[in-house]
C-alpha cells in the first residue's frame, strides 16, 4: 500500500517545530528516521498525517557530556550509537544494544529518539533506558520537562508525551567503577523483534534488571532485582516468572516468554560470575 | 492545517551520479520515487513495510530500505541503484559470484541482495559464515534457501582480501 499523508514540513529549528505541531492541530507526527512511521503510513494504519521532519535540528544530533551523565540527541541513529565513542565508553548497554535491533539498513535511518517515542514493548532502547535508570527530556509548547525512563512507558505504544511535545533525547548517568551492562534477547531471526529480552545493569553492587518483549511496556523486575543482590539467581529467576504476564501470540506463548526470560537471566547469572 | 504542510515537495537530489530535479507527493517513498519517477526499476518494491530487503538502495553511501525511507526528506541525497552501480561495475565480482553459484532464480531479491551485501564486503576483512548470515538476514530470498547466497558472498570477500594482500 502507498503511504496518504496530509502534508509534509521541515522544521528550520526546535520553535518552528513545536510551533508546526500546534498548526497540526492533532494531526502532526514527528518524523525523524521513519522506520516505524513510514512502515505505518505504506500500510495505512494511519492516514492524514501532518508529517514534522526534524532531521534538520541539528541541535538533536550528538552526544554530550554533562557532569556525570550522558546526554544522546534524538536524532542519533542506532548505527551511530553503535559506534559512538562516548556511548561505548559511558553507557556500554546502549552499544551493545543497537546491534540487536533490526538490520543495518534500517539501523542507518532509524533514530534512539524514535525508538523511545514509538515505545514498543519488544523494542531493545526502552527496556535499555529503564534498565539505566535513566531521564527522557522533552520540549514543548510550555517548554523542557524531564520524565524518568521509569514513569514514562504507559502502555504499548503510549508514553507520557503530551499532544505537542518532542523527544529531544536521553539523559543516562554515566557508568561508575565496577559497574556491568549486559542485554540478551532471544529472537526467531536475528533482526527480528525479541521474543523475550532482557537487559541488566549492575550499579554499585545492586542489579537492575528491564524485561522486554514479555508484556506492554519494559519492566524493572524489582523482587528479581533483590534475590539476584543476594546472590539466590534461582530465586530471581522464580520472581521474575512471577512478575511477567507476557502475551500469546504467533511468536510464543506466554509460558514459552517466561520460560525464555528465565533462561536469559540464567545465562546473564552466568556471564556476570554470579551463577554458583 | 496551514499552509506551512505541502502536498508536493520540490526535490534536488543525485541519483546514480546524475543530478535530478523532481517534485514528489508529501507520502512518495524512495523507492516509487526511483521506479515510478525516474524509471529505475532494478530496485524491488517487495513487503513495503521494511521486512523483505528487495528495496534497499544505497543512501549517502549507507544501505537502506527504499520503503522506509520518506522522498521529501532527501533533498540533497546521493543515491545509488543497482543500475548505476552495475555501470561503474562497482559489484561486478559479486554478481559474477550471483551468477557462478546459482545465488538466485527468479532475480527479485537480487538488486537488495547486491547492494547488502556489497556494504559488508566493503567493510573489508573476511567474515565468517555466521557473520555473512547475520549481516544478510534483513533480506528474504524466496527461491534458494540462502545456501548458494552466503557462498557467493564469502567467495567475493576472500578474493577481494586476497587481492588486497597480493
Known amino acids: 500500500m502507498k503511504a496518504q499523508v496530509g502534508g509534509y514540513a521541515r522544521a528550520e529549528d526546535m520553535a518552528h517545530a513545536i510551533r508546526l505541531l500546534a498548526d497540526a492541530e492533532g494531526m502532526g507526527r514527528v518524523l525523524a528516521g521513519g522506520q516505524s512511521l513510514v512502515a505505518a503510513l505504506n500500510m495505512g494504519l494511519s492516514f492524514g498525517d501532518l508529517l514534522v521532519d526534524i532531521t534538520g535540528l541539528s541541535d538533536l544530533r550528538g552526544v554530550r557530556e554533562e557532569d556525570d551523565r550522558l546526554v544522546i540527541g534524538a536524532l542519533m541513529r542506532h548505527a551511530d550509537v553503535a559506534t559512538d565513542p562516548l556511548i561505548a565508553r559511558h553507557v556500554p548497554l546502549l552499544a551493545q544494544a543497537a546491534p540487536l535491533i533490526a538490520h543495518e539498513a534500517i539501523r542507518n535511518r532509524g533514530t534512539i529518539g524514535g525508538s523511545l517515542a514509538h515505545a514498543d514493548p519488544a523494542a531493545e532502547f526502552p527496556a535499555c533506558a529503564v534498565a539505566l535508570d535513566a531521564v527522557i527530556r522533552l520540549t514543548g509548547p510550555d517548554g523542557e520537562r524531564e520524565v524518568a525512563a521509569t514513569d514514562f512507558f504507559r502502555d504499548v505504544f503510549e508514553t507520557e508525551m503530551r499532544e505537542g511535545e518532542i523527544l529531544t533525547g536521553i539523559v543516562v548517568p554515566k557508568t561508575q567503577a565496577g559497574e556491568r551492562h549486559v542485554i540478551r534477547e532471544a529472537a526467531r531471526r536475528a533482526g527480528d523483534y525479541a521474543i523475550a529480552g532482557l537487559a541488566v545493569v549492575i550499579r554499585g553492587g545492586a542489579h537492575r534488571i528491564a524485561a522486554f518483549g514479555t508484556g506492554p511496556t519494559p519492566l524493572l523486575c524489582t523482587v528479581a532485582m533483590e534475590r539476584l543482590d543476594a546472590g539466590d539467581v534461582d530465586g530471581a529467576v522464580s520472581a521474575l516468572s512471577d512478575a511477567l504476564d507476557p502475551p500469546s501470540d504467533t511468536q510464543g506463548s506466554a509460558a514459552y516468554r517466561r520460560h525464555l526470560a528465565g533462561v536469559l537471566l540464567h545465562r546473564i547469572a552466568t556471564e556476570l560470575g554470579e551463577d554458583v | ?166
Open chain 2, 1 to 166: 492545517m496551514t499552509d506551512a504542510f505541502r502536498n508536493r515537495i520540490d526535490l534536488e537530489l543525485t541519483v546514480n551520479g546524475e543530478a535530478v530535479e523532481l517534485t514528489v507527493p508529501a507520502g512518495r517513498h524512495l523507492i516509487d520515487l526511483l521506479r515510478l519517477d525516474l524509471g529505475l526499476t532494478g530496485s524491488h518494491a517487495g513487503c513495503e513495510h521494511g521486512v523483505c530487503g528487495a528495496c534497499t538502495v544505497l543512501v549517502d553511501g549507507a544501505p537502506v530500505r527504499g520503503c522506509l525511507t520518506l522522498a521529501p526528506q532527501l533533498g540533497g541525497a546521493d543515491v545509488w541503484t543497482i543500475e548505476g552501480l552495475t555501470d561503474r561495475g562497482l559489484v561486478a565480482d559479486l554478481q559474477a559470484a550471483f551468477v557462478a553459484r546459482n545465488a538466485l532464480q527468479c532475480g527479485y531479491c537480487t538488486p537488495g541482495m547486491l547492494v547488502a551485501a556489497k556494504a559488508l564486503i566493503d567493510a573489508g576483512g573476511t567474515p565468517s559464515r555466521a557473520e555473512i548470515r547475520e549481516h544478510m538476514s534483513g533480506n528474504y530470498c524466496r527461491c534458494t534457501g540462502y545456501e548458494a547466497i552466503v557462498d557467493a558472498v564469502e567467495t567475493v570477500a576472500r578474493d577481494r582480501a586476497e587481492g588486497a594482500m597480493s
